[in-house]
């Protein structure tokens, strides 16, 4: 797969160097939030270079947008792809700066933590914590010439961590980490670095998760199922009417991180991540009781002690 390289090229007819537009790479364009955002950045004038993992989602983008949209593909996991789409960008600006990073590519994940593979968890980091830093590290030199803003797209799972979630909700702890030591680290250079925290979103992310948790439940023992059978089923049940507002909320959001005078360190977006905040703002015994108690009753068999050491000394062994 070729790498870095823009999948478009400008349209001869105008000349859009001389306008001068703001400039903006976004992470994971193919589709959902990312896809969002690069479609309305591009209505309102920037200079979009929209990252996508395959071609096919790299032309259908591009022809939903204006000449200026370039689509570049990466993977950002990739250390020599992420290398060659930040030359892209800067051959492209010539010797102007970039005026903002928006990282948004993210992977969902979870299942229970009693049976969650060390090597899951890691996968799950690389993409949504490591990456965002190493995309970041080689723009920094280019956000720095234009006193440029990072958007990282986080997530109420940022702050609030739910039964079945601690996967992806400890990568997004981590994002927050980051975002807020870089947030401080880049300061002198007039760098503003933004987290935007949506609550639930109508993506295809939906319906990535419920294959996701299909495959997850496929591996899970027997026992699994006698402990926690009422909270699985609860899971799967709520992939099947997924809420939320539409991807369009988070890219507006995005739009007023980038060009308001004074960015806020943190946006919410939706009521359920407001409410979210809220919970999380009570004492931690109140805020348990309150999730705890939407949750279905789960755990009251009454198993071997034995038996369980056994079967969790044999996954030790298996991983």
Not at 43 to 50: E, L, P, S, T
Request: charged letters at 25%.
């Amino acid at each position: 797969m070729l790498t870095g390289i823009p999948m478009t090229a400008e349209s001869d007819s105008e000349d859009y160097s001389s306008l001068r537009p703001r400039s903006v790479m976004i992470t994971g364009a193919s589709s959902g939030i990312g896809r969002a955002c690069a479609l309305w950045l591009d209505r309102a004038g920037w200079q979009v270079f929209a990252t996508v993992r395959k071609e096919d989602d790299g032309l259908r983008l591009t022809k939903a947008a204006s000449p200026r949209l370039r689509t570049i593909l990466l993977d950002v996991t990739d250390p020599d792809q992420i290398a060659a789409a930040a030359r892209t960008v800067r051959e492209h600006l010539g010797g102007d700066g970039l005026h903002a990073l928006v990282n948004n590519a993210g992977i969902a994940a979870g299942g229970l933590v009693e049976y969650l593979d060390p090597e899951e968890l890691r996968r799950v980091f690389e993409t949504n914590t490591i990456a965002p830093l190493s995309v970041s590290r080689h723009l920094i030199p280019l956000l720095r010439r234009a006193r440029g803003r990072i958007v990282m797209i986080s997530s109420i799972a940022g702050f609030s961590s739910t039964p079945l979630l601690s996967p992806y909700c400890a990568s997004k702890f981590a994002l927050e980490a980051l975002t807020d030591g870089m947030r401080l680290e880049l300061k002198p250079w007039g760098i503003e670095v933004v987290s935007v925290q949506p609550g639930a979103i109508k993506t295809e992310i939906w319906n990535k998760a419920r294959a996701y948790v299909d495959g997850e439940l496929r591996k899970y023992p027997p026992k699994a199922f006698e402990k926690y059978g009422p909270l699985l089923d609860r899971m799967a049940e709520s992939l099947e009417k997924p809420k939320g507002v539409g991807a369009d909320e988070v890219a507006r959001t995005v739009e007023t991180a980038l060009t308001v005078a004074k960015p806020k360190a943190r946006y919410l977006v939706g009521r359920d991540a407001l409410i979210r905040s809220w919970i999380e703002s009570l004492p931690t015994s109140l805020r348990d009781r309150l999730i705890l108690s939407r949750m279905p009753k789960y755990g009251t068999e009454i198993t071997d002690p034995a038996d369980e050491l056994q079967e969790a000394g044999q996954e030790d062994v298996n991983q």
